[in-house]
Every structure is written in C-alpha cells, then in structure tokens.
C-alpha cells in the first residue's frame, strides 16, 4: 500500500495507488495521507528528450550514481522510472548521455549544487504530503570528520566539500596552503570565527598535503591531524585522504586467515581509475583490496570462457591493487569492430584468501557487494566510445624540446629590445655590466639578448637533427618582462619576437571584449609561418598558457587602474580591498599578486572558475585564436596544444569546460599541465592529458641516480606511477630532467644531496657550485639520458642541455644558447658546444624515434638490487631491455627474459654497427639508427641475457 509521487516532464504530477482506496487531493501537489504507520511512496519519475540516447536518475537516494537508475524510454522520447522511496527530502537531477546533468526544468523547487547549477527538490513528509508548498528541509548529511580540523562532506561523484579549522588565539591571518593550491599562501585565506580560522575547498577523491600559514610567514603543520610526511624543508606536511577506505592507516591483514576486509575492497565502475576503456577497444579493470590480505583475485567477464587471473601491479602499507588489460578476445570482440559502437560489459571479481592457485571461490565482489562463499551480481557498464578517454597519439612518439624564446636564437637585431640591459649574445654569463656590479640582483634579471622567431626559424633544421618531434614554446605572448609569464595581451605574440613596434597600433584598434575587432600583427602572422613550417617538417607545436594571472600592463587592469569600482574589468581580478592603495605597487586599491607579486595581478577564482563570465569567454576566444587562426573549421594553420602554467592554481570546473572547448576545435590537441605534485586527480579523461612529470619522473630520478638512494625504493616509486595513472596519460606524459623552473641537469648531477629544486639559487647565497661541472658529472649525465628517453612517457630536452650548457635555478638556467656558428664566446674554454654531449642527446632521440615498443610498449620490471636497475618495455614479441647501473664500478648482469621475447637482441646504444641518420626537414624525415647487418646479436635465444655495464651507465637492447 504505496501512494504514488509522479514527476512528468519536470514538476511533479501525483496519483494514489488505488489498493487501499484512497482518493487524490484537490491541490495537485499533495498526496493522500497513507492510512498505514509504515508510510511509504512510489515516485514516478518522467522526462521527455526525443534526441537523447540515454537518461538516468541521480539524486540522494541512489548517491547521487548516473548508472544505478537508468530510465526507461518510451514513445516520442519519453524516459521514466518508478521508486520506491521513504518519507524525506530529496535532491536529484536527470543525466542526458550519460554526461549533461540537468535539474528538473518545471520543479519551482531547487538549491544551490555547489558546482555552479541547482538540484531540483522533492519533499515527501511523513503522512504522505508532498509538495513546493513545504517549508522544512530535512536534507542527509554525508558528513564526516576524520579529525577535529578538517570536516568533509560528500557531493556525489567523487567531489567533496571540505571544511578546515585552525584555532589560533594570536594570529591577525591565516591562510590554507597546499597541494590543492601550489602552495600558494595567499590563494586561500582563512575567514576568522571567535578563535578558530575557517577556510572551504572544493576537493575530489584523493590524497592531499598542506599547512596553515599565520600572519604570512610561519608555516605550521595541522595540529589535530595525526598523519604527516616529511615535507622536504626539515619539517611536516598535514596529509589528508579523502574517499572510500581513507580512514585506513596500515593494513593489519594476513593472507589465509579465511577473512577479507570488507571495508577496503573496493571497485568503482563509474572511476577511470578501476575501469578504463581504451580507443583500440581493449579494456583495464583493476581492484583494490587490503594490503596483505589475499591470495588472488580473478576476473570473470562475459565473453570469456574462464575467469582471467589478475596482476597485482602496486601494494603499500595500506592497500594492494590489482590489474588485468583484457583484449579484444577476452571480451569477445573482433578486431577492426571494436570501439565502433556502443558496447555493454558485464563482469565480477573471485577472490580468494587462500594459496594462489586453489579453485574455491571464497568471496565475490559485484554490484551488490562482497558475498562470501556465494556469486555476486555482475556490474554491468555501458561503453560510449564517444565519452573514452583519448589522448592524441602523436603525441606518444614525439621527442619535445623545452624552447626558451628569449635564449634560444637572436635572428636580427632589427628587433631587440630598446635598453641599457641589452648583452652580447656570446658574453660569458659571470662578467657583470657597469649596471649590475653595484647591485646583480635583481638587476641580472633585467638582461636582454634578444632572441627571436626568425632565429627560431633559422634553426628549425637543427632541432630535426637532434631527433625533436614537437617544440614546447615558453611565453610568447606581449609582455614587459623576458620571460613573459607576466602577460600584458593574450591576443598577440611579442613584437621583439618578430616585429618591434606592431603591438601598439594593433592594441588601439581593438575591444578586449570584442574578437571580432582583434587583428593580426606582422609578428603574429610570422609566429603561425613557424608553425606552418614546423608542421611542413613534421614537427608539432604547443605553446604556454598562463591563464591564472596577467602582468599590471595588461589593459584589462590598467582600465582597473583608471575607472576603479567602475572599470568594466572589475570582476577579473581579485581586489582584496577597493579602499586601500598598495604604495608598493602605486595602484589606488588592494589585490592579490601571484605569490604576492604585485607585477601579476591574479584573476578572481572560486570553486566554480573565473567569477567575472567576460574573463572566461575571453580566454575561450584567445584559445579558439591560437587553434583555428583563421576560423574556417580547420585547426591544421594552429598551434597543436597548450601548456597551461601553475594549473592547479585554476579551479577544476573550468579546466572541465575549457577542455571540451579545447578537443571540440580539434580532438588531436594536447594539453599537459604544470604540476609538480601527483597529479592524478588531473588525469581523470575530464581536465588533462598529461603533466610534466616533475612528481612521477623527475623527483624520483634525482632521489635515486643523482643522491644515491635505494634502487627498491625507486622501483616502488615506479610502481606508483604505472599504477596511478591511467595508461592514455601515461604514453604522453612529458617527462623531463630539468626545466626553466630549476636547476640545469648536469648541475643538479654536481650538486647531489639535495631534495629536487632546493637550495640551489645563487642570490639567495645558497651553497651551490655554480661553476662548469667536470667531466665525469657530464659523462654521468650522459649515462642518464638512455633511462628518460625509454621510461613510459615522451622525453622532454631543456633548450642547450644538449650543447652542454649548465647552471642553477633562475636566473642562470635561462643562459642564452650556446651556438656552434656563434663561437668564440668569452672564456671559450668554458663557452663551447660540447658535440659528444650533443650526440648523447641525439642517439638517445634516434633510438627513441626509432623503435615503437619505447613510446607504446608496456613497462615491467626485471630487476631492482643494489645499484642496478632494469626493466622491459614489451608489445607482443617486441622488446626493449633497459639496464642501468647507477654505481661508479662496472656492473655484470644476468637477465632472465619475459616470456614470448626470447632471441637475439643489439646494444643499440654501443654497438658502432648501429648508425643514427640525421632528420631532415621533410615531414616524413626522422632522426633514426640503422642497426647494420655486422651488428653483434646477445643471445638470449635460452631466455637468460647477459651484459657488462659501466660505471653510471644505462644501455638498451632491443629484440631483433
């Protein structure tokens, strides 16, 4: 005995179940009183969408899951469904295709989403009424707080509100510092409340590490929380996790005990974490489960003919995950017909807390949970190939070079910029002019050496040479500053690149506001004849996007300067007090400098993005500019993706639309973010494709080859990577050594000892040896190169590594290239192109180029003890075996081979029957190696391969 609450094509329509006679109110939006104590509803749920291919229900009674609650369709695109729900109140919203979510569009009832849209509302009391006309809300709480400081309450979908409490009786300020942020301390100040110091994020599942920062400087730790990590400065990080299992701390499992942890094991069919679909129709499903608390775990998915055994790929002190990539076979899929159309994939996990290998089934995990000793229901998901996570495939094969514009190339002087600071090009960087003997600093910051596109064109058949596929530009965009970071105009490339005096008369003609008055400069036009050309050689082409803030000569907040409160800008920036003037900065109010710099003037954010719409569609126009230059549909005439600067400073919400913007102008288009901590909330198929791999790459490679730490350790660290990432980012991460942001490599490899990109800046008279390195650190740094161009990922070379160049964090890592053409420099015994280091650089990219199994294969490792590393990369029989030996003594090694790869394999790096071809500027030209018919095969035929490795040395034998 049930009344019925129905909602048809928005607002609610009710009937009443006619078992027990009841008759309806007059007022259409009651129901009748149930005349039983244990009241219960039927709401029927109808919406009318004749183009959808799917709707579904989501809202507080299914949390808020698009796939719990499909709906049924009906003639003329009618969709409806019918629940069973308690007396309550209820928040909900339908989901068109699985991805647009929409509330009601006739329920007159609604509240905020806290994303920026309104859940639509339905209240059943007890005793049966329902309807706007209620006022009391009674809404479920889904909060939690794992310890006094920080509250958390879950959104639906993996987002969470998340409330920290610092209680500080002295503090004027505190502000909330993290990885959520960049660590920026002023990004998110605290709001005082009696004692205690509040401050709100919008926070996805995931781990997370910050401070409390009070009174600008004093950096504490969270007092209340008991986890923490060393955060590199002879201190504590807080750490905080959030999502399913967060609360445990260390497993204390043991296998074979007959009992498995319900509470950890976990698997989501809606996260691309558990279930990841790939283009080529192949399929990665993982599981998560207590450390140390089964024997195996098996797969059962329909298509197979048995359940398919799964690979433990990562465990740590709390969890173990579990890993299986089924093929188009394993899912009864024909090749050439996968990923063609939309697919349905029913399957469930056996595991057993017994000796592997035993074929009782102890426990099964399916959509209606753990069942011990009985079979689950099957999660069922539904494949759109339209919504799987794709990363552009060129990008997998491509080496990248880091280009630096202002160092890199002086092609005329026609153009250099008009100032006193202006050095000669071939200049030994230590000799001070006569205005930076009084003061260097900041004054060497100041110098100009002119570098521009036409030298960047003149040497476009060099970069073919060395092996490059793709060029990532530094700012190139009008700036007062060198490096351009601080942008003064997103809509035109800096006049001392190309044509000095163009910018202003182009400026004076155009609306901020308006794309349709901006028009393109001589400069302009000459940066798109270098990606014409690039793309004439078969180079790609991404430039820097720094979208969180601008420089104080950008006329948006000049206009801020002039008309105040009644500027049209005045949403875009973050003003902090209207009536207060900053002396430093001689502006008439108050506003947030990046890292409190007041020569860029931040943009206003919140959880939602940019708060002023205008500021949002200008970035939109300036991204549709650069990609599709002149509009007609074709972005081939563009750039082929972005590099977005502190990115993780920039709400989520954005990222999400301005990615849909960005692969709806062209699907192929790249896009990979600055971060520096891990990045996999990132790489969910919704914002990224990929990041600099400071975290997962960099970091890891300078703890263990340069600092001398464990090889297991470092193996771990790997395992984490391969684990956490999903495998589309994964082949198109770019992973570098270095980068304008730190220290140049062959100077971190002089400077051990240190945590990556510490005290290692001249100025602030750190202990750091900024002379040239000697030669064994080069031939060190050499022996480096082979492990980043066949670690998982695209290899990234820093402009002038390749030439020898070195020196600490900026300003010294922005020296101007050394040129082989442009010598003698001063002091030539330093000042030279080093070409055995250039031809390091070169074979590692040839050989990168060369064999695919570097760029798409899988990783696996084969062995980690002591001082030596070595693992394989592997599609089908192909193979690549890379071994490194990271001590100063040579190293014998004895490898026994994956299955399927046995045979004969080359030292492509040593053997001199293996030649490297120079690229030339054709498209179709690679730089590449020949392995020639008198090359020496290592027989590994018996499925053991031996070798000799050097002193720091890495060497890569590939199966022939």
Not at 13 to 31: F, K
Not at 292 to 307: M, N, Q, T, Y
Not at 440 to 455: A, E, H, K, S, V
Not at 479 to 497: G, N, P, Q, V
Request: aromatic share 10%.
């Amino acid at each position: 005995m049930q009344s019925v609450v129905r909602t048809v094509l928005g607002w609610i329509l009710l009937s009443i179940s006619t078992l027990a006679g009841a008759q309806p109110s007059a007022n259409p939006l009651q129901v009748a009183r149930e005349t039983t104590a244990s009241s219960r509803h039927k709401a029927e749920f109808s919406y009318s969408d004749p183009d959808a291919k799917s709707v579904s229900l989501a809202g507080s009674f299914n949390n808020w899951d698009p796939q719990k609650t499909a709906m049924n369709r009906g003639g003329e695109g009618k969709f409806t469904v019918e629940l069973d729900l308690a007396p309550g109140t209820y928040g909900y919203k339908f989901v068109i295709n699985g991805d647009k979510w929409v509330p009601d569009p006739a329920n007159p009832e609604s509240e905020d989403d806290n994303y920026g849209g309104r859940n639509s509302v339905l209240r059943i009391p007890e005793g049966g009424s329902a309807g706007a006309e209620q006022t009391t809300v009674t809404k479920p709480s889904n909060k939690s707080s794992p310890f006094a400081s920080v509250e958390i309450e879950a959104l639906g979908r993996q987002h969470n509100s998340v409330t920290f409490k610092y209680a500080a009786t002295q503090a004027s300020r505190v502000n909330l510092a993290g990885s959520f942020n960049g660590w920026n301390k002023e990004a998110d100040p605290m709001k005082k409340e009696g004692n205690v110091f509040k401050a709100t994020k919008m926070l996805d599942d995931d781990n997370y590490t910050y401070k409390f920062v009070v009174d600008g400087e004093n950096w504490v730790h969270d007092p209340e929380n008991p986890e923490s990590e060393d955060d590199g400065h002879q201190g504590q990080n807080s750490v905080l996790r959030i999502g399913p299992g967060s609360q445990i701390r260390k497993s204390d499992a043991r296998e074979k005990d007959d009992q498995i942890s319900s509470d950890a094991t976990y698997h989501d069919p809606d996260s691309i974490s558990y279930f990841n679909p790939q283009a080529d129709g192949t399929l990665v499903i993982k599981i998560r489960t207590l450390a140390h608390d089964i024997g195996s775990v098996s797969l059962s998915v329909r298509g197979a003919s048995k359940p398919l055994a799964m690979v433990k790929e990562y465990e740590d002190e709390r969890f173990a995950f579990y890993r299986l990539h089924l093929t188009l076979e394993q899912q009864g899929l024909k090749p050439g017909l996968a990923g063609q159309a939309e697919r349905e994939v029913k399957y469930s996990f056996e595991l057993q807390d017994s000796s592997v290998g035993s074929r009782e089934t102890q426990y099964s995990l399916g959509a209606d949970g753990l069942k011990p000793g009985t079979k689950a229901k099957p999660f069922t998901r539904k494949i759109d190939p339209a919504e799987i996570f794709t990363t552009p495939e060129w990008a997998r094969h491509v080496v990248w070079y880091g280009l630096f514009p202002e160092r890199f190339r002086n092609g005329t002087t026609a153009n250099d910029p008009q100032t006193t600071h202006l050095r000669e090009w071939t200049s030994h960087w230590q000799t001070l002019s006569n205005n930076e003997k009084s003061n260097p600093f900041p004054n060497i910051f100041n110098r100009r050496y002119g570098g521009d596109l036409q030298g960047v064109m003149e040497k476009l058949p060099y970069l073919k040479e060395l092996g490059v596929g793709a060029i990532w530009f530094n700012p190139l965009f009008q700036s007062d500053s060198l490096h351009k970071y601080d942008a003064k105009d997103y809509r035109h490339i800096d006049e001392h690149f190309g044509f000095r005096g163009d910018y202003a008369p182009a400026a004076a003609v155009e609306d901020l506001m308006d794309a349709k008055t901006w028009t393109w400069t001589k400069t302009d036009q000459l940066f798109l004849d270098v990606v014409r050309k690039c793309h004439e050689s078969g180079m790609r082409v991404i430039i820097d996007g720094v979208f969180n803030h601008t420089g104080k000569s950008h006329p948006a907040f000049q206009d801020l300067v002039r008309n105040g409160e009644k500027s049209r800008f005045r949403g875009w920036y973050n003003v902090t007090d209207w009536h207060k003037p900053w002396a430093v900065e001689q502006t008439p109010f108050t506003y947030e400098g990046w890292f409190n710099h007041g020569a860029m003037p931040v943009f206003h954010e919140n959880e939602k993005g940019f708060v002023d719409p205008t500021l949002r569609q200008h970035i939109f126009d300036i991204t549709r500019r650069w990609m599709d230059p002149n509009g007609d549909g074709d972005p081939s005439d563009g750039i082929d993706g972005w590099r977005l600067d502190v990115a993780n400073e920039i709400n989520s919400e954005f990222w999400r639309e301005w990615r849909k913007l960005v692969k709806s102008i062209n699907p192929n288009a790249l896009i990979i973010a600055e971060e520096w901590d891990p990045p996999q909330r990132y790489l969910q198929g919704d914002q990224f494709d990929a990041v600099m791999n400071y975290a997962n790459f960099a970091k890891p490679i300078n703890r263990w080859w340069t600092n001398g730490g464990s090889t297991s350790e470092f193996a771990h660290e790997v395992d984490f990577y391969i684990h956490s990432i999903p495998l589309q980012s994964q082949l198109v991460m770019m992973n570098m050594t270095n980068s304008h942001d730190t220290d140049r490599l062959v100077s971190m490899i002089f400077n051990p000892g240190r945590e990556y990109d510490r005290g290692n800046r001249i100025q602030d008279k750190d202990k750091y040896k900024s002379q040239k390195p000697d030669r064994a650190t080069y031939e060190k740094m050499k022996g480096l190169l082979p492990l980043q161009f066949s670690y998982p990922g695209a290899p990234m070379i820093y402009y002038g590594d390749e030439a020898g160049m070195w020196g600490a964090d900026d300003p010294e890592n922005r020296k101007p290239m050394i040129w082989k053409d442009l010598e003698p420099y001063e002091k030539p015994k330093e000042n030279y192109f080093m070409k055995d280091v250039f031809s390091a650089f070169q074979r590692a990219a040839a050989i990168r180029n060369t064999f695919a199994v570097l760029a798409r294969g899988n990783f696996r490792h084969l062995l980690t003890q002591d001082n030596l590393y070595v693992y394989a990369r592997l599609i089908g029989n192909e193979c690549a075996i890379v071994l490194c030996n990271r001590s100063d003594k040579q190293q014998p090694v004895s490898i026994s081979l994956p299955s399927g790869t046995l045979g004969r394999y080359v030292d492509v790096l040593r053997d001199p029957a293996v030649k490297v071809i120079p690229g030339s500027m054709a498209r179709d030209s690679r730089t590449r190696v020949e392995v020639g018919g008198d090359a020496e095969l290592l027989d590994g035929t018996d499925g053991i391969l031996d070798a000799v490795l050097p002193p720091f040395s890495t060497i890569i034998l590939v199966k022939q």
